[in-house]
């Protein structure tokens, strides 16, 4: 690939300030050995899981080796917002670290300054907007998430880190994407038909759907729970309404971007008469809900 040489000089950077970890040493063997992939898959969740434990301030590498690899598209789909968010977080990291740098204030020095050049090299070309969904992407990366505009019906929909919102609606008009989402597995469109007798007036729904990521830790446990959650967004005239979550899966270790395998068709969503749409996912146990039609919730 051309340009790798310097994709692997500037991963590099900065592995030697801080000391290796087991898991470091891990994707940094990776990185060295140009596999991308495995160094993405190892250092996804070491960043990750950091936001939950209050541990970011640790170790700033993965969070820079990650943010190279977002940068530069390599083990991963490439993603300059993820990429500068990450570097914001590497550099929050770095500046964390002054009290292990107490006896040697230059070398801390010199640590801020290559820091701060990291992110002014990731985050100085992006455009306003982008730099705004960047740092609103800190802690809630929404790895995966890529800007798209979807076809709903009759609407166009845009779908990106600030949230979901009809294509060419103003700023006010954005619906924010709900939780915190670590990744985002995979996004779809539905729509859902009235039935063969519906009531006068009743006609068909369309719904974005999200299949998303976030992290969970219990109150008196150490281990981190990935959980998968199902969000709909009804897309109509008046614009973009949320209509809750549902979760659909867990994981204990980190689960990739994808959604797996099994899950694509889930939930089962049925419009009944008046126009309320009820959906299950089966599982154990199975859950159930509505999606009730906005003037009934406004009653």
């Known amino acids: 690939m051309a340009g790798m040489p310097a994709v692997c000089l500037l991963m590099l950077i900065g592995i030697w300030l801080l ?31 950091s936001f939950v434990r209050g541990t970011a301030d640790d170790d700033p590498a993965p969070s820079r080796q990650l943010a190279v690899l ?73 790895f995966g998430l890529r800007a798209q505009i979807l076809m709903v019906g009759r609407h166009s929909v845009r779908i990106d880190r600030e949230g979901i919102r009809l294509a060419g609606a103003d700023a006010g008009a954005v619906v924010e994407l709900q939780g915190c989402p670590l990744a985002i597995a995979h996004i779809t469109t539905r729509t859902i038909g009235p039935p063969d007798n519906p009531a006068p007036g009743i006609g068909p729904r369309h719904f974005v759907e999200l299949f998303s990521w976030h992290l969970s830790q219990g109150p008196k446990s150490q281990t981190l729970t990935y959980v998968q959650q199902w969000q709909p967004y009804e897309v109509s005239e008046a614009g973009i309404g949320f209509g809750g979550i549902a979760e659909v899966t867990t994981a204990t270790g980190w689960p990739g971007l994808g959604l797996p395998a099994g899950l694509a068709t889930v939930p089962v969503m049925e419009m009944i008469r008046s126009g309320h749409v009820r959906w299950r996912i089966d599982g154990n146990p199975p859950r159930r809900g509505w999606l009730m039609r906005s003037e009934a919730r406004t009653r």
């Open 19 to 49: 000391p290796f970890s087991v898991q470091a040493q891990a994707w940094a063997d990776a990185v060295r050995a140009a596999d991308y992939q495995r160094a993405a898959d190892l250092l996804h969740p070491i960043v990750a899981e």
């Open 70 to 142: 977002y940068a530069h598209g390599v083990g991963v789909e490439r993603d300059p917002i993820a990429a500068c968010a990450l570097a914001q977080t590497s550099n929050m990291a770095a500046q964390m670290s002054a009290p292990r740098y107490a006896a040697d204030i230059r070398r801390y020095d010199a640590l801020i300054t290559e820091s701060e050049q990291f992110v002014g090299d990731l985050c100085g070309s992006l455009a306003y907007e982008d730099r705004v969904a960047a740092s609103r992407s800190i802690g809630c990366p929404a």
